[in-house]
């Protein structure tokens, strides 16, 4: 699993087999659409998994994050993720 950074600042969340492949897929403009776009792309963090499946799961859960909960964990500073978590909806007013 991992997350890159494109040229207008968004991340990418994807999952593969073979990291520097998919790399080299993305920076040559065969990646996703989303990448494609933003070309030049840099890898900012990754995790490794025994099974794919495990990659694509957490890849999704990922996905669903704020960018301010994946930039917490970008910048390994995960005590910051369960604050990050909290929805603003569930916040006293």
């Known amino acids: 699993m991992y ?4 040229s207008d ?3 990418y969340t994807g999952s593969t087999i073979d990291l ?3 790399l080299q897929q993305h920076q040559d403009g065969e ?3 989303h990448t494609k776009k933003r070309l030049p792309v840099n890898l900012v963090y990754y ?3 025994s099974r794919i499946d495990q990659a694509f799961y957490r890849e999704k859960q990922i996905q669903g994050w704020s960018r301010k909960k994946k930039e ?3 910048e390994g500073t995960p005590e910051l993720l369960p604050e990050f978590a909290v929805a603003y909806r569930d916040l006293d007013k």
């Not at 997350?3 to 494109?6: F, S, T």
């Open 3 to 6: 997350i890159l950074e494109c």
């Open 9 to 11: 600042g968004s991340y």
């Open 20 to 22: 520097e492949r998919r």
């Open 31 to 33: 990646g996703a659409n």
């Open 47 to 49: 995790e490794e998994f």
């Open 72 to 74: 917490a964990l970008i």
